[in-house]
């Protein structure tokens, strides 16, 4: 056989190999097995059935409201945040199920994809080595060695042919290289996910314990008797309302005397929602701050110092902003704020959740925006679960303990427990 002839027929072979890999490359890759599948998707449809249950125990919440006034109205109370953590506890046992699953899913597609690259890189190496051999004789040299100008001409299209099946293989091995890389990072995100839920569960389970301590120690106290629970209520709310009324007296003549233009002004969008379920939005507000309704009836007029955001017991609570956490504390059951944590981002802003039923953080950890820092409750001065979210306008000394009631700070107020945070407030809302 002719040099030429049989030159063309070399590549005329190695372009019909290029073809047919080309079209298996088209193939797609195998999917999660079946069984796996079916596993997640059935996770998957628990973890919304327990969303949903979740989402309709919000309801309760307002129905529930100024119910407390009699022993079986706080026992209910107690109880419906029994029902709320333990729906919580169960959705984290369950998203830990799914999210290994599909962790596990996930193992398969990044090693089968990587498989698949290995073959295009020996494909692409194979092809390229054939077009560099073929390729020495030039397009002058093909032409003027084969037996006529048509088969000179028929090699190199063939050559031309075989370099644009490269081109096309090369680009599938780069889109194959994104998926792999898309894949690992969705793999990283639900190992995170994961990370999340099971810090929730050890917290929710200590949530769960406490609500029903809480339930046996005040049946404990009235001897589930109704007399003694009124006479209880009746010494508390006396307690309550004359620890109100000094911290209004304090941050009104704060407020009068502060300067305004030392801290950020309104910023939309700065402020994350931070009532988040498995880190979904979820919440609603239930008092916005300023002169509301229930301030008139319960401040003697003055303001509510921050904006209630209603949800179930053991609902995860976010930052909402970097920062550094500057107190994590505990009013008591019945008094102020309750458990609350303050952070301090830094620019003369601070914010503060409060009546909260856990804390995922600790006094001088540094916090992005977004990152889980406790659990909605109903401790300290409450009438049902929420999150009381508050900003301050971080005291010019810091969140210290102080006297100086010209210069704000953390306050020993009895019969509050613990320190009272006290500032100059500003309307979170705005910020959101």
Not at 149 to 169: F, R, V, Y
Not at 341 to 350: A, F, K, P, R
Request: net charge negative; with cysteine; proline share 3%.
């Amino acid at each position: 056989m002719p040099k030429a002839v049989n030159r063309g027929v070399c590549i005329a072979s190695t372009l019909l190999v290029a073809g047919l890999v080309f079209v298996q490359s088209g193939v797609a890759l195998a999917a999660v097995p079946a069984e796996l599948q079916g596993q997640i998707e059935a996770k998957r449809k628990e973890v919304d059935k327990l969303n949903q249950q979740i989402t309709q125990t919000q309801t309760q919440i307002g129905s529930l409201q100024g119910q407390a006034k009699t022993l079986q109205g706080a026992i209910a109370q107690i109880d419906d945040g029994i029902q709320q953590a333990t729906l919580n506890l169960r959705s984290s046992e369950v998203n830990i199920e799914k999210l290994t699953l599909e962790i596990r899913g996930l193992s398969y597609e990044t090693e089968e994809v990587g498989e698949e690259i290995h073959r295009k890189q020996s494909q692409v190496g194979d092809l390229l080595r054939a077009v560099q051999r073929r390729d020495k004789y030039g397009f002058l040299e093909s032409l003027l060695t084969s037996q006529s100008l048509a088969d000179g001409l028929s090699e190199i299209n063939a050559l031309k042919a075989l370099q644009n099946n490269i081109s096309a293989e090369a680009s599938q091995l780069a889109k194959l290289q994104e998926q792999l890389i898309e894949t690992i990072n969705v793999s990283s995100g639900k190992k995170d996910q994961l990370g999340v839920e099971v810090v929730n569960l050890v917290n929710r389970k200590v949530i769960l314990d406490e609500q029903k301590g809480e339930k046996s120690d005040l049946l404990d106290q009235t001897e589930n008797q109704e007399s003694a629970y009124q006479s209880l209520l009746t010494t508390l709310e006396q307690q309550q309302r004359a620890l109100l009324e000094e911290i209004s007296e304090i941050e009104t003549q704060l407020n009068k005397n502060f300067d305004r233009s030392s801290v950020p002004s309104r910023q939309t969008g700065y402020l994350a929602w931070p009532v988040t379920n498995s880190g979904a939005r979820t919440g609603i507000i239930t008092q916005n701050y300023g002169e509301t309704a229930y301030s008139t009836r319960f401040y003697k007029g003055r303001p509510h110092n921050g904006t209630d955001i209603a949800a179930p017991t053991g609902t995860e609570v976010r930052a909402g902003a970097d920062g550094v956490v500057a107190r994590v504390d505990y009013n008591g059951l019945n008094f102020q704020y309750g458990r609350y944590i303050l952070i301090d981002h830094g620019n003369g802003l601070t914010t503060l959740y409060a009546h909260l039923s856990g804390s995922a953080v600790s006094q001088g950890q540094s916090v992005g925006r977004g990152d889980l820092i406790g659990y909605v409750g109903s401790t300290g001065f409450s009438t049902g679960s929420h999150l009381h979210y508050g900003l301050y306008a971080t005291p010019s000394g810091g969140w210290r303990t102080s006297t100086d009631r010209a210069q704000g700070g953390l306050f020993s107020i009895p019969p509050a427990s613990g320190l009272v945070p006290i500032g100059v407030t500003l309307n979170p809302q705005q910020y959101l």
